[in-house]
Antibody, heavy 123, light 107 residues
Framework: EVQLVESGGGLVQPGGSLRLSCSAS????????MHWVRQAPGKGLEYVSA????????YYADSMKGTFTISRDNSKNTLYLQMSSLRAEDTAVYYCVKGDIAAAGIAEYFQHWGQGTLVTVSS | EIVLTQSPATLSLSPGERATLSCRASQSVSSYLAWYQQKPGQAPRLLIYDASNRATGIPARFSGSGSGTDFTLTISSLEPEDFAVYHCQQRNYWPPTFGGGTKVEIK
């Protein structure tokens, strides 16, 4: 069974940084692209970023470029999202999502989601 | 970026009634559209992919239709567990984009 468990969320001040982690199990982590999708309170879903199975390719939604960095450690079955220069608008639940192919940069449907971790940006 | 517009924002219905939800794309996405169900405090669950194909384990009361720019999710007879928020998502263009959601609430 695919399991994705996010951690690292919390309260951070505007301009601060935070690193989210996603621990994966139940599948061969190194064979699949991984994604981050976020959801602001009471709002819809917003795509954030993708990384290819070997970590060699990364993609970001335009509004996230330059402030978010996606990475992965296949030896630890873990996905990361480093967030910097955080703003109130970045307040959201961040979901880790498994891809169904190895390549990133190809839009997919999303079958397997973690439960999400809440990031709150506030002074 | 493809914009998906869902309507209505809220649908108030009673158990047993038929629900019809709409998703309109800012340009054609062919049939590359999915629907998700999300309950409070939970992650989204994939219901329909490629406009009309039910995902594994999804009951037959859920059906999807449409192509190009106009898509519909139909729930033929609402069960108590179907009251939730429904999102559409396109995968024809990068980045994948989602609609704003339709909340199906108990009348």
């Amino acid at each position: 069974e695919v399991q994705l468990v996010e951690s690292g969320g919390g309260l951070v001040q505007p301009g601060g940084s935070l690193r989210l982690s996603c621990s994966a199990s139940g599948f061969t982590f190194s064979s699949y692209a991984m994604h981050w999708v976020r959801q602001a309170p009471g709002k819809g879903l917003e795509y954030v970023s993708a990384i290819s199975s070997n970590g060699g390719s990364t993609y970001y939604a335009d509004s996230m470029k330059g402030t978010f960095t996606i990475s992965r450690d296949n030896s630890k079955n873990t996905l990361y999202l480093q967030m910097s220069s955080l703003r109130a608008e970045d307040t959201a639940v961040y979901y880790c999502v498994k891809g169904d192919i190895a390549a990133a940069g190809i839009a997919e449907y999303f079958q397997h989601w973690g439960q999400g971790t809440l990031v709150t940006v506030s002074s | 970026e493809i914009v998906l517009t869902q309507s209505p924002a809220t649908l108030s219905l009673s158990p047993g009634e038929r629900a019809t939800l709409s998703c309109r794309a800012s340009q054609s996405v062919s049939s590359y559209l999915a629907w998700y169900q999300q309950k409070p405090g939970q992650a989204p669950r994939l219901l329909i992919y490629d406009a009309s194909n039910r995902a594994t384990g999804i009951p037959a009361r859920f059906s999807g239709s449409g192509s190009g720019t106009d898509f519909t999710l139909t729930i033929s007879s609402l069960e108590p567990e179907d009251f939730a928020v429904y999102h559409c998502q396109q995968r024809n263009y990068w980045p994948p984009t989602f609609g704003g959601g339709t909340k199906v609430e108990i009348k």
